[in-house]
């Protein structure tokens, strides 16, 4: 646990060091008068989630939607005005639930799992933003992959063999998955080349989220198989741009 915490702290002071550099590079760029100072924007945003699984497997179900939460920094490089490369490094907190058949005893039982996970994510892909509208408003849009990587994470488990609280469930979760995501919203510049932004999307997950060690309690064809279990998101992004 200490490890855990130890990689979470490092998580968030290298958040925040970013943050201070990229802000620090966008003022110099805002106060340079070559074009060159549109090329390039970072900003800090903070996304609320609400997620839920899908798996492939018969016998698993999804234990409804779930609350998360997430922040961190992003940052756009130019190609047009209007077209630009996006990324960035995001700190998430993520909850999900899953509910499968443990047919390992004489009489078989339903097992809730329930899970919570830290997350460091890169996105990567594509923003299309409109011409300024009154000279304030843009509309945008945006696509592009994210790559999640497991810090920590913990499970709860509703039914025996091994019913109870796992403080430590990384053996259970793959290191790292891969999703795609869009969102549309609004700029409003207050300032220049500074922004407000608020942004709404959706994220599915490509490659599974849980481990062949997810559920060593199945029994018969489906042991330790939990097939790939997709983590889907719908995220309202608030934001500032520099």
Not at 27 to 33: F, G, K, L
Not at 78 to 88: E, K
Not at 168 to 181: F, K
Request: neutral net charge.
């Amino acid at each position: 646990m200490k490890t855990a915490g130890f990689f979470q702290i490092k998580s968030t002071l290298f958040l925040l060091c970013l943050w201070t550099s990229l802000s620090i590079s966008a003022q110099t760029a805002e106060n340079n008068p070559e074009p060159r100072r549109r090329i390039f924007h970072a900003g800090f945003q903070a996304k609320a989630l609400f997620q839920w699984t899908d798996n492939d497997l018969a016998g698993f179900s999804d234990l409804g939607m779930r609350p998360g939460f997430a922040y961190g920094l992003n940052a756009e490089f130019g190609i047009t005005p209007n077209v630009l490369l996006h990324s960035g490094v995001f700190h998430e907190f993520r909850a999900f639930g899953i509910q499968y058949q443990d047919s390992s005893s004489a009489s078989p039982i339903l097992s809730n799992n329930q899970y919570t996970a830290q997350y460091l994510m890169v996105p990567f892909g594509l923003t299309m933003k409109t011409g300024r509208i009154a000279d304030k408003w843009a509309l945008m849009f945006r696509a592009g992959l994210s790559s999640h990587f497991l810090l920590s994470s913990s499970v709860n488990r509703e039914a025996p063999p091994a019913a109870g609280l796992e403080s430590d469930a990384n053996s259970y979760l793959n290191t790292a998955w891969v999703g795609i995501q869009g969102d549309a919203g609004l700029l409003y510049y207050f300032h220049e080349n500074t922004a407000l932004s608020f942004q709404v999307g959706y994220s599915g997950g490509l490659s599974s989220i849980a481990s062949l060690n997810a559920y060593p309690f199945m029994a018969g064809g489906a042991w330790n198989t939990p097939g790939n279990t997709r983590l889907n998101t719908i995220h309202a992004t608030l934001g500032i741009l520099f």
